[in-house]
């Protein structure tokens, strides 16, 4: 048996979510649907209640032996198959005759899914509270820089001025619309599965529906309107919203990335790895998890979606494309988000580099503020040339923009000195940016989180 | 400029989705966000009102340049760089003055974001009614068929018996279940953007914030807590919504298509494509594209997901990734609507075909039903020994499996020939079959769609 | 520490490949890479041999403090900086100032990139092997079924008759393409990564290239051009190669299925799974295992090209991604490839069966050949819809086509009775498929494999 | 029908790969399959010769009536069918009888995918020929700048010093290997498809293999071993070589971008799009759609993948997906090389900002350097210890790395001044960098590309 992938478990994943992913919790978790079957069928008559009992007692995962689980599954295509065998095993040895009764009336896929669905419940909440930290430690940020101004940039070049505290509301919004449709997607999928071999739970008895409804209720599960054994819309939109988060947190981590980058030092990792070679290096780590997370997530969520086409009541390979696949998916998603909650709460902003920073281009980054000031008087097309001919004289010659604006009379012309002046500051050009981190803190004091 | 995309656009797309996700369309969902634009402006004073005239006036797609505009794209960047240049040319020859106020204080993205999801408002519609249709045609499927027996099927084997009531009700809750996402994610998205150069809205002035909402209401949309330059969770659940509809369809197609083989014929398909040369062939043409609709969904999804990761307040590529994605996916999606619809409204029913088939096995397929009868009695191993026993002998003499199990004195002992002919007949082993069907119709009737 | 992963390894993988890509085998390829690397340097007087012999000695995987190296990976970023700091203090247990000279001059991605390699090295080989195994086999199976008549079928439907070595034969000869595509890739990327921090070599001193020639042949890989920290395209191509490879083991394992369908019952299982409440039930399991491999492959294959466009001389993210994402690409396509290797070698192919599928249609399934012999006669709009009339009369009224065709004076005028049997004999009609089974079988001798 | 995918074509495509991928370009390729295919029967005796003439001055992509083509195909499942009807209906007004001839014994599935390989051998070689001048670019670059010192930056933070001439190396290096690549996949899918329905070529007659030799020397074409309908690897393997070609330039385009951000400023972009607010920008355009490409090409990649496991003889669905796809790859992979040698042959290197931004860190970006020096002298631990406080000091105080290190009692007992200055020259640590160079250079001369 391969010993692969417990190395990069800590790196990629979130302890607390691996934990909720491990074979150990799987096993735990199938284990859990069978004693909650057999408890419901004993509770109306269908089987002894001794016979529950036995099953409850024999359904520890560490009890399982794993080895033979492992080997036989590869031959019988599941897990549950060897795994129901061997809780036979060892239900026969406290009861014998309790062993008929595991299992009774369902399919492994009931016991799979439901122990899939279990996991889930188990697992992405956490991934939730971590996106709701990081949001609020974004809103903290947004509200302590309202007032510190930085360069705005496109297309990775300097554009107009913003603040920080704009660009954290940004993060802390977009963080905030992914705590929410994770949560409904998790609601989606909340559900039992239990159908037997083809959904129509002739297994189960006349009792097939009440017994549902017993079982949902026993996991905290709801019942769905059917058997979803090839219907697997819940779990593809689950999987989605995991990819969806995991492209929110990377957009953050490269913002961050680049910000912090030597040449523009606008903020800084307490934190960071250290370098084997190099003593004076400290690299961006969370960062770069956020991100490697933000490039597997496509990938893993196309997986689930590519399966979905699964043949009639059961499939034929589409089903066990998903196993690990969504387990991947929920374990690095709750990485990226442990990654960027703990960068965001480390995080160090250098406004004086943010400052410096916008002063590179001698005051050009103000070329829209004054083009537009001007087009309302000279027009458009006029404006736009005499200030892009003012770019490039600063451009070639070093002058500020103040003086290279100050020396076209046709500008000078348009607006005098004092109104160029007001037209260079930074800090009166931020637009409506207050205004949106209001908002953004508004948005969220309403959802209540 | 390449003439490619219209010769598949009829056979992947749906002329109607198609319509509006053309080129022309795309040129007029932008002009009309200028146009919005300019008549608030006009109406809060900051630009004159015959201005706002003369480019309501102008903003007309059949008047556009547009090979000019293809071209100048290339080297802008994007579409609207030039398209709002062409503008500005022809409002310029109604009322010179007015080109000034074309576009003014936005920025290319404001008006292609915005124009995008105005183009999905018209299109995502269209797909939602196909979806609508086929779940109600399903539903009007499964009520008609709660007792035609047919065959479950695992793996591509014979499993126990069903109804194809069942299986219709299992693809009408799978597309309600679709249909209900798609509308929320569409709702979603229905946001304006107006942001300006780096989402500050400083070039929109002091009313900034009043002109994003009256815009919005201008277009039926939304105006969102922030600009969303580079936040695309919104576009991206959309594709991702998209990309499960996909799902749901190929599912129903891979059913149908396997299920009107020429050696199960339990459906017919009354279209079909003929065969160039084989005039005996009905191609499941519809079932195809649904299958290759779900096929390419999941690149799309994850190409949209993978360019999530945008940098600062304008990225840098994964911005125009998304815009031919997102078109080819909303046309593909409803391509593979309309096939299913159409294929679902023309299917041909065979029960016959479903009972012939019901019997192929003998009567083994009933296997499940007499061994749980028997492990009642004589427990589960020894029942699963006995009738694998029987099963076995049906398959190397090709006795009847009534006959195989009459032989087993260890099987008669326990269940009596009355009993056996009980448990072997499928009609007697539906369990909650017709209970589900009821269970979905009621779904769609709270839905009520 | 989580424990995921192992319960699927046997599932999904192949045992002796799964051992490859272990964690232990990943800690030793990395250390064999480290020994390689001290033991030039000494051999070239860089550095004291018995330093070097240190650290021969200590790099033994099994003495690693696995946990804490996976533990201080999540903060480092990466595996190998504390499994060097963890074999730094193992060499220096045997002799303190050796522990300078371990990984001396490299950084860690040259230690983790060439260690992937020289997994890949010991992992890829033994999936060649099975793609050849299973080649062989269809070769067998097409050069036993050369005259096995079977329906040949498109979309899904009975098209013209093959036979069932022409089948076999276009498998094998995919096999053996992909046999020899993997075997370049590996060749490709089975090169030494040295660069050094920044690729410069600086850390090695004058004797850098003579270095990595040295090293590069002590591990039996070729030493490139330069060091490609950030230059994935070989180890992207070797990704792509195991893509093309899944996806020719599913179309393998998807015509098996559909061929050993119930109804169809072509080709039979030998093996297969049970199920658990069905003990009439084989299951095609390695079929499914095959499918979902070519399922999963796509999205895995994708994450390493999206992971390409990695920054400056080492980047943020796009190499992490790699990690998980290759071991599971290797990992599922050797076990696809045992899957299939076994299938084939297990697979039960039912000549009878195939007959009478062939008769299902009455005839009507030699349309194509009647037609064109008519055609010429009569010209082919005439003969396409003189025999499209005569398979709706077989399709409606169950007579023969034979009697169809001969109720019909135009074609009787044309075509004799002799000549419409002649048409109407499957055998007669199987074009070149003898000839190209024969290239198959030469090209795969030629080949010499 | 609609008009979509024109207004993007020149924005993301090169003209001329568009031009052979349009519709007609398609339409022609289908004509010409359909020309070679009745000579070569034609020169056999197996049609009249009149007949191959008439059809062969029938097939004008220009004469086709498209509109009922595009329309015809959305029920036939393809464009071949409706094509070779309209192609039926033209040859008939020239000679009657010839109609019978057009398409003989083949299948619609030939002509559509010999089409796409003579398309792809149209438009693959521009895209090559794009590759070569962009590496013959990058090496002139890499000439001119061996001793261009600049940062090396991994983590998007300093490292260590190396050239750009490095840099320029790394990107030719990769863009001949992929050059090369792609030559070998474009080779590998020049094969002729010619099956007929089920690729037993029984529709060819006697003569088929013959005629499928002559077709595919009239085509420029191999002959396969077998026909291919479902055996997609070559297509796929394509798919993976231009898929890692986006790869290759995406990581050139990302660097570019990087390194001409505002604030690093090594690299100038002449070109470059302007934005319509604000004057003072140049927007990398280039390389925003090169690496546009590297977001979109894994998903379209993944999609041919997908598409691989096709069903029997010819598939249901997984060929369609290929189509769009396909051509949307070359397209996108043609516009990236397109913006990237254009973007290579105007870039302005800038050589001073290299020299300002490697003393930003007062001389601690050579910290390895007097790591690695002092280690030899008082071991490692003691030499990263020592030389990391020295860096903090530097942090700490904004005093030179040289005076830090210098007041360190310790370290300068190991390295007197003299040294310490020679070992904080950039310039003297570069190690094999020349030597790289030289190799690339050679590299390539050997190749003769």
Not at 415 to 426: C, F, I, S, V
Request: proline content about 3%.
């Amino acid at each position: 048996m391969s010993d692969g992938g417990r190395l990069y478990s800590e790196l990629f994943g979130d302890a607390a979510v691996s934990a909720q992913l491990s074979d150990s919790a799987t096993i735990q978790a199938m284990l859990d649907v069978e004693v909650a079957l057999a408890a419901v069928q004993a509770d109306r008559g269908i089987i002894p209640a001794r016979s529950a009992d036995a099953i409850a007692a024999a359904a520890r995962a560490q009890d399982v032996d794993r080895p033979t689980v492992a080997r036989q599954a590869a031959s019988a295509g599941n897990v549950a198959i060897p795994l129901i065998a061997d809780l036979r095993k060892r239900v026969a040895l406290i009861d014998r005759s309790a062993a008929t009764w595991v299992h009774f009336g369902a399919t492994s896929q009931d016991i799979i899914d439901t122990a899939l669905v279990l996991q889930l419940r188990a697992a992405v909440p956490r991934v939730r509270a971590r996106l709701d930290a990081a949001a609020t430690t974004a809103r903290t940020l947004a509200s302590a820089h309202v007032h510190t101004v930085m360069v705005g940039r496109t297309w990775l070049r300097h554009a107009t001025p913003i603040t920080f505290g704009l660009t954290a509301a940004g993060w802390a919004d977009a963080l905030r619309r992914v705590f929410v449709r994770l949560g409904s997607a998790l609601d989606d999928v909340s559900v039992l599965q239990l159908g037997g071999a083809t959904g129509s739970l002739a297994g189960l008895g006349d009792q097939a529906i009440a017994i549902g409804d017993a079982v949902a209720a026993r996991l905290g599960l709801a019942n769905p309107t059917m058997p979803w054994h090839t219907h697997r819309d819940r779990v593809a939109s689950l999987a989605c919203a995991l990819g969806v988060v995991c492209g929110v947190l990377g957009k953050i981590a490269r913002d961050v990335a680049l910000l912090s980058q030597t040449e523009i030092g606008e903020l800084g990792l307490a934190g960071g790895g250290g370098s084997s070679a190099m003593p004076h290096k400290r690299n961006p780590v969370e960062c770069a998890l956020a991100i490697a997370a933000a490039i597997r997530a496509p990938g893993l969520v196309a997986t689930v979606l590519s399966a979905m086409a699964q043949e009639h009541e059961r499939g034929l390979g589409g089903w066990p494309a998903e196993w690990q696949t969504l387990t991947e998916l929920v374990s690095i998603t709750a990485g990226s988000a442990r990654a960027v909650e703990t960068m965001l709460a480390t995080i160090e902003v250098h406004p004086e580099r943010m400052r410096t920073n916008l002063q590179m281009s001698q005051g050009v980054i103000m070329s829209e503020a004054v083009t537009l000031a001007l087009a309302t008087i000279i027009g458009r097309e006029q404006a736009h040339e005499h200030v892009a001919r003012a770019a490039a004289e600063v451009d070639n010659t070093g002058k500020s923009f103040l003086d290279a604006l100050s020396a076209d009379p046709a500008i000078v012309e348009a607006l005098d000195r004092a109104t160029l002046e007001r037209l260079l500051d930074p800090a009166q050009y931020l637009g409506a940016a207050p205004e949106l981190i209001a908002r953004v803190q508004r948005a969220a004091e309403t959802a209540g989180d």
